[in-house]
């Protein structure tokens, strides 16, 4: 019994410790990650963000403008062949127009289309202070894509939310993530891979450029902390 016991105790320590560090493992890298990108007391003094850029695909250009307050809204808006494209998420409620995808006019979201976009308000990084935002981290070892290393963390929200990054072992940026959301009843895996990483005007550093399933989303400006009218955010 005192033999059986001592295994079992065993086994219990090894688990126990195998998982502080795996815990530890993750905080590290988020670390190193949160530092990269200009540090968590510049991120928690962003309060808005306004950005200009655009989408490429298939040789089409289509310009686009993100307004954000942190925790209070986020706008986008767009335009493609004489066509207006809206986009709107607060905490409570969302709205939507998309000539493409059914709605030509400003229509409210399903409560579901909101969950997923309700991590979208969070513009200080998802990974400052991610436990007191209520998210949770899991560790999930390494990987390796076109000979480069890169560290897994799966990052679950508040909102209920998965995504699993990807790190790399060298810059300590995130190079990848991936996600699953649901469209018009179907589950689709987002992949996104980052690139062109630039300090812009405050001290952070966020990715100028990424491809999202053949869509590449460029930044072409972003103004840090600007005056944004709560207004945009009414879906009006």
């Known amino acids: 019994m005192k033999t059986l016991l001592t295994k079992t105790f065993a086994v219990l ?26 540090g968590k007391e510049k991120w928690k003094q ?16 289509i310009n686009f403008t993100q307004q954000a307050i942190n925790g209070v809204g986020v706008r986008v808006d767009a335009e493609f062949q004489g066509q207006k494209i809206v986009d709107i998420t607060t905490p409570t409620k969302g709205w939507s127009q998309n000539p493409f995808g059914g709605r030509s006019t ?6 579901e289309e909101l969950q997923q976009k309700l991590d979208d308000l969070d513009i200080q990084d998802e990974f400052i202070d991610y436990a007191q935002k209520g998210s949770t981290v899991e560790f999930l070892g390494k990987d390796e894509e076109d000979g480069n290393e890169f560290y897994k963390i799966r990052l679950v ?25 649901k469209q018009q009843g179907q589950e689709i895996k ?10 812009v005007p405050f001290g952070i550093k966020v990715p100028h450029k990424w491809d999202q399933m053949g869509q590449i ?18 879906g009006k």
């Open 217 to 234: 989303f460029v930044i072409d400006k972003m103004d840090v902390n600007p005056v944004i009218d709560t207004k945009l955010f009414e």
């Open 157 to 181: 929200t508040k909102n209920k939310n998965e995504t699993v990054y990807f790190f790399d072992v060298n810059t300590n940026l995130i190079y990848k993530e991936e996600k699953t959301v």
């Open 106 to 111: 400003l229509e409210p979201i399903s409560a």
């Open 190 to 199: 987002l992949v996104s891979k980052y690139q062109d990483y630039k300090t």
């Open 46 to 61: 962003i309060k808005s963000l306004k950005t200009d850029g655009h989408i490429e695909l298939q040789g089409i250009q």
């Open 13 to 38: 320590a090894l688990s126990f410790v195998s998982f502080l560090s795996y815990a530890q493992s993750a905080d590290e890298i988020i670390q190193k990650y949160v530092d990269a990108i200009g």
